[in-house]
């Protein structure tokens, strides 16, 4: 086990890496009562064409990650959450456009809970009765994301922005694509992105960091496999697909979702462009800035206003969300702004006072045990090492926010959802 | 871990919990007043009033400056519930003095801040800055409005409507939409000024820092606050159903079935002998992912997307939230009540009680590990129990709960209101 040091955040993290490939991280927290321990695999909603055993390039419908993440619990013993929780833990999984995690967290029984962890996910156990029974489940769960308009318009601003990078999916797929999973995608999905060398273990607690690797050790498949080769299809275009998308639901207000299309960066230019993109967020959307209060004092915004900046392999956005009266008019505000600060220069007292609270929250962050293995996750999974972050900021120049700005916050890059109520 | 609790004036405490297991500290002020319709958006909404602009910081692009400058400590306002009370927060989560860059001090200026915020509005005319009103006011009659695009908690909010109709508990804590907008500066004012001097005051700091350090700090940033006042918390719990059973089924433009139950507890609340039993007992039948309601009624007969139960344990009653099709509606209802029956007749295993308790005291034990969580616990302790280290108290007693317990508190648990979410057509 390595130790690294952050002695900036008074924190360190263990990490080792397995013969079979797997990468492990461990942040001990002896003062915490529960445990914390999440296992994810670096495959996602947007992960549906790859290269299967035989060479032969396979399409997979939309939403299988997801399905496959649901039918993981299952063992041949069993579903392994229920017996998960009669051990007092409530394990958990979720999967967004790049990955897919599996977490528990307890008070107790860490490594028993560890174990069934590593080997129901390591592990496929599908029948064609459960997958069948579990496409009514899903569909359902499809169903009442259809009816929030949050991921309407989120999925709205995706479906605009890009034109075919796979991550335009919704993550859980449609009724009809979910329809085409059988046991045997599940097999051929979870043979290829379920190996150790496409995954991440971090944990947190109390708890010893040897006797972690060791349980990865004796529970996981020891020998190495190579990568998986994934496509996601043709590079995309600079400018969005659309400027303008709209739908209509039962919504007490106009909600939106206003999007800026930028240019990925990988490993540590990666976590400085989303150090540098958030920062542009706060200068843009957060009421520390100018242009929120403007916009909250005209009623153009309310409190649910807020951005966000994404990245997955092949593509980085900034957005803004909110409700709106205009949210047409909001775009035109957030545009000249930006157009503004691109031109004459951000505020440098403005910009110190962001990147310091910035940092603030970041350091805040840490408390969270879910939180901060996410983030070294992601970051494993990014070849990014997240806790640097406090050398990232000191290394963030005004220029580089400015820079972002020029470049992504144009006409062109931008695109706008609406979810209209119904009339 | 320490606890420590503090009169500072009559209807005035400090509590804090000194740990250093968190790298941030946090900070609450929460004045607490009967729930009633005639003040219920005043409370809701005078905060966000403040939130706008203090004297020294008059508006929100100031006063975010202040926080930034605080390491992007968060200040904002939490109006909650507490049975038949409303408690108006101000919180505030910021880094310990450890982590901040130019090495100066973070808990005395966050909590000057947070004591201008409350006490030291922008005012024109001698009341609140009309526009700030006007502006509230519509953004909280459009929240209030907004309750029904979650159509999860819509309908458990249907159903507590329904079923405590007449109760100041089914009063909304953010009051009416209708009031919010056609609120006055002059009118808010007043309510302000009745608030600060009636409210029954509760401070809590949890982290890192000496409880005289905390207290220093409260004193000098609230001390217009530290009047004794008279100011006793109460709540009304009505331990049977009034009436018969009623369904109440409203309909909307859906794609999924929403089906809610309300039960009252027989009269066990957080302060009854039978609580650790109740708080079992509802793990166990729609608490967690082992209990009855999601293994049965979900897992086993596909009736719903989702199905469990909670509890308020200062009020008294327990609630089952489902998600359903249109088409499953009586076999769903049907199905999760008759695993209530199940329950009451003891029909469940060692194993699963097990499972249930070490469920309950994981959680319990759990969220000691949240700040937030820490605050919000202790917040119900104080008012309704004015006892320290209770917490730990109740892990005991869940852990002892037998089987008969839990049956006999799911017969204490009597049916009162059924409401459903359906689509428009069909």
Known sequence: MDKL??????????????????????????????????????????????????????????????????????????????????????????????????????????????RTLLSFVSVPWFTPESVAKEQGIIAQ???????????????????????????????????????????????????????????????????????????????????????VAVDHGRPEPVQVGKHDTRKTMAVSMPLFALGFKGTPAVGAEGLRQRLVAELICDMLFSPSAPLYSRLYEQGLINGSFGSFYSSSPGCAFVAAEGESRDPERVR???????????????????????????????????????????????????????LSFPQAFQSIERADGEALLREWCVEERTALSVILPEE | MQQHWKRLADGVELSAIQTDKFKTGLLAVTLTIPLSGETATAGALIPEVLSRGSRNHPDMERLSAATDALYGASLGPAVRQRGESQCVSFLSSFIDDHYALDGSAVLE???????????????????????????????????????????????????????????????????????????????????YRALLSR?????????????????DAVRRAFAPLLTGRDAPVRCQVEAEPRGPVRTVTDAMDVTQGKLAIGFRTGGITMASDDYPALVVCNALYGGSANSKLFLNVREKLSLCYYASSMLDKVKGLMVVSSGVEFAQFDRAQEAILDQLEAMRRGDFTQEELTAAIRTVTGSLRGRQDSQGQMEDDRLTGVLFHAAAGE?????????????????????????????RLTGKEG
């Open chain 1, 5 to 114: 040091e952050y002695t900036a955040l008074g924190q360190s993290v263990c990490h080792c890496l397995l013969p079979n490939g797997l990468n492990i991280y461990v942040d001990v927290r002896p003062e915490y009562a529960k445990q914390f321990a999440f296992f994810a695999t670096r495959y996602g909603g947007m992960d549906l064409r790859f290269r299967g055993e035989d060479g032969e390039w396979l399409d997979t419908p939309a939403g299988v990650a997801h399905f496959l993440e649901h039918k993981t619990f299952d063992t041949e013993d069993g579903n392994a959450l229920q017996r998960m929780a009669a051990n007092g833990v409530d394990p958990n999984a979720f999967t967004s456009a790049s990955m897919t995690g599996y977490y528990f967290d307890g008070v107790r029984g860490f490594e028993e809970n560890l």
């Open chain 1, 141 to 227: 769960e499809i169903r009442m994301c259809e009816d929030d308009p949050n991921d309407e318009a989120y999925y709205g601003l995706l479906e605009a922005m890009y034109v075919s990078h796979p991550v335009r999916n919704r993550v859980a797929g449609t009724v009809e694509s979910i329809s085409c999973i059988t046991a045997d995608t599940l097999y051929q999905c979870h043979r290829a992105f379920y190996r150790p060398g496409n995954m991440v273990l971090c944990a947190a607690g109390n708890i010893d960091p040897q006797r972690v690797a060791d349980i990865a050790q004796e529970v996981l498949p020891g020998a190495p496999a190579p990568a």
């Open chain 1, 332 to 386: 035109g505000e957030v545009l000249k702004e930006a157009i503004r600060l691109g031109r004459e220069g951000i505020d440098p007292a403005l910009w110190d006072r962001l990147k310091r609270a910035a940092y603030g929250t970041m350091v805040r962050h840490l408390n969270s045990m879910e939180d901060t293995c996410i983030e070294l996750a992601e970051a494993h999974f990014n070849r990014a090492d997240y």
């Open chain 2, 109 to 191: 200026p966050t909590a000057a801040l947070m004591g201008e915020v409350l006490l030291d509005p922008v005012l024109q005319e001698g009341a609140f800055r009309r526009d700030y009103v006007e502006s509230e006011g519509v953004n909280l009659a459009d929240r209030i409005e907004a309750r029904v695009n979650d159509k999860r908690g819509w309908a458990v909010f249907r159903l507590i409507q329904e079923m405590c109709a007449g109760e100041a508990y089914a009063v909304d804590k953010l009051g009416s939409a209708q009031c919010a907008r056609s609120m006055t500066a002059e009118r808010l004012w007043a309510d």
């Open chain 2, 199 to 215: 409210a029954r005051v509760n401070f809590y700091y949890g982290g890192a820092a000496r409880l005289e350090r905390v207290e």
């Open chain 2, 391 to 419: 917490d730990g108290e109740l892990i005991k007693a869940v852990e002892a709960v037998t089987a008969d317990q839990v049956a006999g508190a799911a017969q204490k648990l009597k049916l009162d209101t059924i409401f």
